[in-house]
Structures are given as C-alpha cells and as structure tokens.
C-alpha cells in the first residue's frame, strides 16, 4: 500500500506537461518532510520516472532529490542501493553520472556496519574512473577515498590482480597523472582521506607526489604538499636516492627540502600550505633545519659568491680592480668547501623559512611563524638560530602578525635568552595602542631571560614608561616585574641602592606609596630578595614598613620573605624562603583545620554551632585573599558553610515556636528571605565553579534540598488551605526522588544526612497524611548531621579579573551627549575560570529609575587570551531621555545559566549570577 507521500508525488509528476513543471514539483516536494518510513517508495517512484524522463536537467535533480531523501533521520539506505545503482548503470548523461555518484557516497558513508554495501560502491566507482567526463572521474575518486577498504580490493573489470593492501592506492595513484587538473587534485585528497582513515599508503607514491609539486595548478600542488608531508611522517627513514649524488638521503630529508623549495611558489595558497607543512616534519635532521635559516647557496661542494664579495676581499687586500676586469667576471667565483660542512639539500630550500617571514603575503608569514614555533620546541639549538628572525617580526605592519610572533617567543622563552639589542626591539612594541599586542608582550617578558643587569634597567624603563602611559595596565605590569625579580635575582642585587634610591650615610625622603611606579620597583625587588639573603641589608627603614603593607595589601605580588632582626618590630612572616610550595602545603593544612572545627557539631539545631562557623568563614575568605592557589576551594568551602549557616538561622527563627494565629509578616518574610539567599548561593555554587566532580554536585544539591525542606515548613505554618498542604508535599517528595535518581552512587557517603534519614522514613511518609510528613520532614531536618564537603583542591572560581569601562565618568565631569541620540560605553573586562562564555557572560545595564535591561555580546566580543582566560572587548550602545542632573548608571557582567540538563521536577530553572561588582558611570543626557 502506497504512503501519502509516494501518492502525492506520484499525482504531481503526472500532472507536469513540460520539464519546467517537473522541476517546479520536485523543487516543492524537497521541502515537505518526508518520514523515514515512506522514503523507499518515493525513491521508487523517482527511479521510475528517472528511467522515462528524456530532459537532462529532470533527471539531475531526481538524482539530487536521491541523495537528499537518503540523509533522512531514522532511514536505512541499504534498501535503496539497488535501486540508484540500476539507475547510474541506464543513466548516459554525463552530468547526471557524477550526480548519482555523489548519491551513493551520501548512501555509503551512512552505512559503515556493511562492508558488503561499500565494496560494491567502491567496484562501481572503480568503473566510472575512464569516464571522459572529468567530473564522474572527480566523484568516482572521493567514493573511493570514502569508503576503500584495506581487507578487498575492488574487483571491477581492468583492476584485477593489484593484490589486497595496493589495490585501492594503486588505482587512486594512477590518477596522479590525469589530463585534467581537478581530477588529479581529487586523487591526492583521496590519498590523504585513506590515510586518514587508517589505510596503510605504501612509500611508493612517493615519487610521483613530488612530481605533482611542478604541476601546473596551484590546487595539485598545494595538495602534493600535503601528500609530501605525511609520506615524511610515515616513512621518515626510508632511504631515497638523490639527484646529484649516488648516497641515498632519509625520506624526511629529502621531503623538508622539496617542501622549503615550495616556499617560493607562485601561488600564495602553496606558499601557505607548504610553511604549514613544515611545521608537522619533526624528525627532520637539525642541520637541514639550520641551512633554512641561510641564504647561501651551495652546489657542488662549492659556496657562490657574487662580484660584489669578489671585489670587496680584492679592496681589503689592497688589490686593485678595474673596470675591464669587473666585466670581465661572467661567471660568480666558487669556493671549495669542506665535505663535512655541505649536506644534500635543494639549494632553492636555503633560506626557505627567511623568504616565508618575508613573504608579501601576511598569511604566508604567519603559517612560517608558527612552523618555526613547532620546530624549534622540538630542536633548542634551532631556537637560538631563529630568535633573531622571530624578534624582527614584531615590527611587522600587520597586528596578527606581530601577535602571533610574541606568542611564539613566548613558546620559545624556555629555550632562550635574550641579548640587549633583542630585549630593546622586543620592549619597542610596548608603546602598540592595542591592547591584545601588549597583553602578549607583558606574557612573554614574564618568562623571558636576560643576560646583563643593563637588560634589567632597561626593561625595568621601558615598562613603568608603558605603566605611565596606559594606567589601567598596572596590574599586568606588576605581575610582569615580579616574574623578573624571581628570574634574576643576581642581576637586580646590584641596582637596589639605584631603585630604592637610598644612601649609605644620608638619610633618602620616603617614596609615596601611591605611586604605581615606585610599587612596581618594590615588587620586583622583593621578589629578587626571596632567593638573595644578602639583599634585605640594602633596605632602609621604611622599605621595610612598605614590604609590609604589600605583604598585606598585594600578597599575590609580594612572596613572604624571612629577614633576621625585623620579625619582632614589623610583624614579617618568618616563613621559609622558599616559599611557593611550602606556602601552599601549609595553607591546606590551615584549610583542613577550618574544616575541622566544625566536626563536632550534632545538627543544625545545636546551641552554640553559629560561632564556629562564622569564624570559620572568616577565616576561608581571608585564606582566599592571602593564598591565590587556594582561592577556588576556600571561596567554595566558604560559601557552602554559608549556607549552613543561614539553615541554622532558618531553623532557630520564633517562626517555628509561635503559634499560628500570632505569627507576625516578618518572620515570615525573614525566612523567606533566608531560603532565596541559599537557593541563589546553591546555583553559584553549581555554575560558577569549574572542576566539580559528582561528590561536590550532591553536596551541592543536598543543601537545595535541604532549602525545599524548609520551604515547605514554612509553607505549612502560613499555607492557604489543605489542598495547598497536599501539593507542597507531592512536588518536595518528587525532588527527594530525583535527587535519589541522579546521585544513586553517591547515596553510601550520605547516610547520616539529611537525605539519608529521609530516604529511611521514606515507606513512613507515604502512608501518612499531609502534616505527618512535614512533621517529620522538620524533625528530620533539625537532627540530623551537619554534612562535611570534601576537600575540593582543583575547584577554580569564574571570576572578573578586571573591568574598565570608557568614557568613565567622574563626579564633576560626567559624560553628557544628545537625549535621543546613541552613546557608546566601552566595557573591556577580563574572564578567568569562566565556562563557555561566548552563551553565558551577559552585560547588564541598571539605570537610576530601576529600570535595567541585559545584552548579549557578539562571539567576536571575546578573545581567547590564555588558558581559562578570555577577554571581552565590547560596546555597548545607550539612549536615554533628557534628565535634569547627572546621575549614574550602573553596568555589571552576569553569568546566565539554565538546569534544563538536569532532572528536575519543576522543569527547566533559568537565572543570572553575577560576576562583577556594577561599575558606576556618571551621565548626563541633555
């Protein structure tokens, strides 16, 4: 029995008088939905009317209409294949070949489990590959570059006996040599596809891939480039002959300098696909790699000098040269050089990563820029020959050029150090208006070396010049001044007296301690005397009073420092000076101790448990502040004892001992309030910590749960009537029942919880009424055991680390603009720890009336600026009506989130947490 569809199209093909109609109809048909189970007789029908149209176009778009139909979800196309292989064997016309063709290669690839199915497309491509018809030769390739198999050889006529693992590569290698230009691109792609799909390609096709690096199309070439270079890596010793010379050359070897020769290619595609290509040829040998970097050329053992050098070592000899003898040169003098010194290379690959960084093409330079990142990683001695190409491009007149240089020697700076004249054109692009560029630089100079303490002045110059100059950099600068003073300690010891500008007999006026130039010196001498004990003894008396408030204010900039003789007057920490890991190690026993202090808590009910964890809170935020590493787990453990607290102070309200009739609004309303504050603070918890395992995700919804239970106490005692009562409990008793579904295995760890007990009295609550159960949920909830949070080590928090916005408006300059008219508000901010943001960092706007609307940046807003790290960069666009004073508006980063992927019974929860504190900015539209 037809379907409804099969019927419909059948009836619109019959009333189609003329071609133009036909198409018209199954233009029409394309857009219906088709269900899966009427696909195979609507194929049918198109087949049927396949094999009797005469009009060319018709029947191209049947075919067309085939392969559509075939991508529908939830059909199986093995049923068809019979059907479109009889209609590809009646079909002549050329066009309408590789479109059926193309059919089958969407019916095969949805078909991997039928090994069957995809030998008998490979036979059929294999057959059309003599077609005239460049494009069903194009298409019979990528069939077979989609669904060849190792294990059967395709079987069709004139391919027999290639044997089982050569079959398919001999075939497609054939085709290297084709007349037209798109096929042979095709069988190369078809090549790199089995590769990738595990394929083992035999070292064979090595020659004739380098063949097809003269090809006249730069679409062959850019794609034997890539043929190049995987044979490189899966063949890398296999010896080759070479050209001028009976010694053999590894394959990689010989690969690299094929491919430096194509740095130069006409097309600037090829130039990128071959400095890209490169970069992946790891295991080539370091003497080719340095001979890149080298403009000489060398043929047959002999270096080519030029009239020019001729004449200049005839000038320093005192020889003269004249004219006559100048024309007289036809040829370019040779050297002899020695054997041991001149190895096999193309001499068009010297200097091929030198022409790449000069390239007139941005993309060229930037694809060598990151080939010469990946080489030198893998080769240090290649990175010190390369530095100095590296330092040059930061002068490149492209941004992303010049970025993407500083990234690299960022890559690099484990492996280098620079020189004088290196660190000056590096500190030169410090001044860039962008503040991407200066973001990298300030990354890279944290992880840079230097060799002299002049190096040391100069950066120390050039940065508090960038700090004076943009303001709002201070803190990139300090952090970057305390990478150094950690770096060098040796090359700061002998500037102290110069930076601190003190005196050995005179006593030197006290800097102002509001000045972030004079904090940046004080950060990084600091930093330099937590590895030099002799440096404390170049302080002078207030040095030591302002160590001592950065201790305090700045701890994340200043390391703890042990100085004899001033622990007792100024309160230093005498922690080992070494610092780092033995900080840490102690502020986690610290952490553990906090945690401990509560243990003996009965429930939350229990007189006195308040103080404990106030003081315990405090505590947590202050090991915050002091210890960044520990910043995400103490501000998780903090907030999650917060919401203890608040439990506790919900439970202890008049609320629950006051009768009914005398129960006053503001209780009610203080409960109210208190379980809002724990449900918000549970979704900060959930959403705006990353690295949570499945254990802190049951603590968290332990406690929603525990604020549920609550709610419907409080719901009971001030409840509108008993059908209310009866609905409160269905809906708590379904959320114990999800919560049970989704953390089943972590049910063991909560036994003396509040879940735990409630899941025991579960059979109790069932069979009683309405009140019974809240009685018992309340009950339940009083006496039992104050659940402990794991140690959570990796928890980080998404955090603002900076934000600006500009104009900023200032309280006797506010910003004033047309009412009416649209003012633009740059926000630029930093995000750390922030997951996925590009869907969930919104922009609110609260203007002084209440009245706040959200934006949504652009994904071209954020830039990934490091790891867990992005940068928002955006605009946001304001009209407001005439106000009579300036007033301000408030503008803060909020972090939108949703629990639809949870299982919850009141269905999917949508909210903002906010990230930032609202940054004021004073407006006056008149």
Partial sequence: MSSTEEAALRTDLCKSTNPYDTVQALLAFSRRDVRAGSIAGVIRVLAEHHHKETDTSVRLKIASLLGLLSRTQGFSPDCVVDTVINTLNNEK???????????????????????????????????????????????GLELLGCLGTVDKPPLAKGNKGLGTSGGIVSIISKCFEDQDPRVRTSAIKAMLQLKERGMKISQIIYEPACRSLSDDYEQVRSAAVQMVGVLSQLYPEHSVPFSSSSEGIRLVDDSFGKISHMISDASWMVRVQAAKTLGSMLQVSPHFLEQTLDKN??????????????????????????????????????????????????????????????????????????????LARSCPSFAEKCLDFLVDMFNDEIEEVRLQSIHVLRELSTHVTLREDQLDT??????????????????????????????????????????????????AVWKCLKSVGERHPTLVLPLVPELLETHPYLDTPEPNMDDPAYIGVLVLVFNAAKSCPTMPALFSKHTFKHYVYLRDSRSHLVPPLSLPGRKQVYGLESADSSGGSGAVESSQLFLQQSLNRFSTIQNLTAPG????????????????????????????????????????????????????????????????????????ETYKLEFLYSGLDRTQMATIHHVRLQARALQLMLDARTGQGMDSLVKSCERFVQEVDSFQRSFST?????????????????????????????????????????????L?????????????????????????FVAGLVVALDIDATLEHVQDPLNTVKVQVLYPDGQSHVIQPTPGDFSKTGPNRHRLMSKVHL???SWAEPCQIELCLLLAYSTERLPAPEGAIEGVIALSKPVKVWMWPN
Avoid at 793 to 806: D, F, L, M, S
Wanted: net charge neutral; proline share 5%; glycine share 6%.
């Fill in 609 to 680: 448990a308040q103080d404990p964890l106030t003081f315990t809170i405090r505590d947590l935020h202050r090991l915050g502040e002091l210890q960044p590493e520990l910043a995400g787990a103490a501000d998780f453990t903090a907030t999650y004892l917060g919401c203890q607290l608040l439990l506790m102070k919900g439970l202890q309200e008049r609320l629950w001992n006051t009768p009914v009739l005398l129960i006053l609004q503001q209780y009610v309303s203080t409960v109210t309030a208190l379980i809002g504050q724990i449900m918000e």
């Fill in 746 to 790: 972590e049910l063991p760890d909560l036994q003396e919880s509040f879940v735990g007990k409630l899941l025991d009295l579960t059979p109790r609550l069932s069979s009683r009424g309405p009140v019974e159960q809240v009685n018992v949920v309340q009950s339940t909830l009083s006496h039992s055991g104050l659940l402990h949070p794991q």
């Fill in 93 to 139: 016309s050329h066009q309408v070949l590789a479109q059926l063709l193309s059919t089958l290669l969407t019916i095969g690839s949805q078909l991997p489990d039928s090994p069957a199915i995809r030998q008998r497309l490979v036979e059929v491509a294999c057959k059309h590959l003599s077609d005239t018809y460049f494009g069903v030769r194009k298409k």
């Fill in 426 to 475: 590096v500190l030169a692009v410090l001044p860039d208006s962008s503040h991407d560029i200066r973001e990298a630089l300030h990354e890279l100079l944290c992880h840079t070396n230097v060799y002299t303490k002049e190096c040391i002045q100069l950066l120390l110059r050039e940065l508090l010049k960038n700090l004076k100059k943009y303001p709002d950099d201070h803190d």
């Fill in 792 to 816: 959570p080590p990796h928890i980080q928090r998404g955090t603002v680390a900076a934000i600006a916005v500009k104009p900023m408006g200032k309280s006797d300059k506010p910003v004033r």
């Fill in 879 to 881: 009209s407001m009506p």
């Fill in 297 to 374: 050329l060398m043929t047959d053992l002999r270096k080519k000098r030029t009239d020019h050098e001729v004449v200049r070592d005839l000038y320093t000899t005192g020889e003269f040269s004249s004219g006559r003898r100048w024309r007289a040169r036809k040829e370019p003098r040779t050297e002899k050089m020695d054997k041991n010194t001149v190895y096999l290379i193309d001499s068009g690959a010297c200097g091929a990563f030198v022409h790449g960084l000069e390239d007139e093409m941005y993309e060229v330079r930037i694809a060598t820029v990151e080939s010469l990142c990946l």
